[in-house]
């Protein structure tokens, strides 16, 4: 393999994207001549591995829903908030947006927001295989589990909640701050004071 795009695999965690390889100077017809002969595999448009790498689920459904944020149950798990490995992947989107992967109902759960708050409380994290990925972080998180808490595993969401309570760092200033956003203020000082 060109040392070149093994260079740009390295620095990918294993993954290269073709636009990151033709700015580097790598044609397409190497990457495709690459992937004939098994040394990268192509898994979606645009998104080659290396094929001795684990393929990244979190990065590649990512790449492939740009405005995809990881949250709910799947953003728990990124946070540490639970250890309970998603069956599915919870991502929000906002209203309107549409994506080949909403056809996907066993591997993939979407929920809608207004766009105004669809950005609010990203963050990036390193997937379980090392490459960043958007997810909502954990206030945003908290609260979107608490209002949506009848759709989702209620001792999860419990659990959860607990969890977040015992850590030190958290930014209570902020979680209230985006309760009063979603409507849920009174909500989360009910369970701030129970489990506090």
Known sequence: MQTLIKQLLTEGNGVIKASDARLAGVKNKELQRLTESGELERISHGL????????????????????????????????????????????????GYNTRLLNNKNNYQFFYCKSEVHEVGITTVKSPFGHDICVYNKERTICDCIKKKEKLDSSLVLDAVKRYMSQSGNDYALLLQYAQMLNIRDTVRQYMEVLG
Do not use: W
Request: net charge negative; glycine share 2%; hydrophobic share 35%.
């Open 48 to 95: 080659y591995i290396d094929s001795e790498h684990m393929e990244d689920e979190y990065f590649i459904v990512q790449y492939r829903c740009k405005k995809g944020v990881y949250s709910y149950e799947t953003a728990l798990f990124l946070h540490d908030l639970s250890d309970r490995t998603p069956l599915r992947l919870m991502l929000t989107i906002p209203n």
